[in-house]
């Protein structure tokens, strides 16, 4: 357990679903971060919260959503995915955003999306 | 292109050898940090080494960092089978303090 906790860490769904990923931190950090990996692909960074406020949308489509209602909870709203957004989804937390050396972070286990 | 770039992409090693990988980067840094990855699972940190670090230790883990070259390796001595994972490199960047992820390398100790 690292203290970044994702809830489902499995999940099944269709293309007109609508479902949410959750992330949860009580380390005391102000960042974090959406990440989305896929086979043979280097991690991408989908977004970054600092402080509650989104800081980065690294041309993510419209079809992800993220919702950050306080420095400890993270969500991902998905809809009308692609059966190419099957993917690992992990969610980061760190001390802050900008501050030198305070950007380690701690990765919950994932999530394990898989669109048909 | 990515900002750091994991060589070799795979290893496979015996129990007991030492594993050596490296990260190439393309711009100034503030820090690289190594992450390790169990299969389906998220990432772990490692060690961190600042700009001005040139070899930092941390266990069985030594990590070098030359400026100069744009690069650092990590080196597992003695390796066990428990240490088969994928590693990455993240570079921070001195400009904006972006963090970025190598594609990694797939480490595998054979018992």
């Known amino acids: 357990e690292t203290g970044v906790t994702q809830t489902p860490r499995h999940l099944v769904m269709g293309m007109t679903n609508k479902k949410s990923l959750k992330c949860e931190q009580h380390l005391g950090h102000n960042a974090m971060y959406w990440y989305k990996q896929s086979a043979k692909k280097p991690l991408e960074l989908m977004f970054v919260y600092n402080f509650k406020e989104q800081t980065e949308n690294n041309s993510v489509p419209s079809r992800f959503s993220p919702e950050c209602p306080n420095s400890s909870h993270l969500f991902l709203h998905l809809h009308t995915l692609q059966p190419e957004d099957s993917a690992l989804y992990l969610c980061?937390?760190?001390?802050?955003?900008?501050?030198?050396?305070?950007?380690?972070?701690?990765f919950g286990a994932g999530s394990r999306l898989t669109v048909l | 292109s990515q900002q750091g770039e994991e060589d070799p992409q795979a290893l496979s090693i015996q129990e007991g050898e030492n594993a050596t990988m490296n990260c190439s980067y393309k711009?100034?840094?503030?820090?690289l940090q190594w992450y390790r990855q169990n299969s389906g699972r998220g990432l772990v940190h490692l060690i961190l080494?600042?700009?001005?670090?040139r070899e930092k230790h941390s266990g069985r883990l030594r990590v070098t960092l030359d400026t100069s070259k744009k690069s650092s390796s990590l080196l597992i001595t003695a390796s066990r089978a428990a240490d088969t994972a994928s590693y990455f490199c993240?570079?921070?960047?001195?400009?904006?303090?972006?963090?970025?992820f190598g594609g990694g390398t797939r480490v595998l100790v054979k018992p």
């Open positions: 080494i600042r700009s001005n670090e």
């Open positions: 980061a937390s760190s001390l802050d955003r900008v501050r030198a050396g305070a950007n380690v972070l701690t």
């Open positions: 711009t100034s840094i503030n820090n």
């Open positions: 993240a570079t921070v960047q001195a400009a904006g303090n972006k963090l970025t």
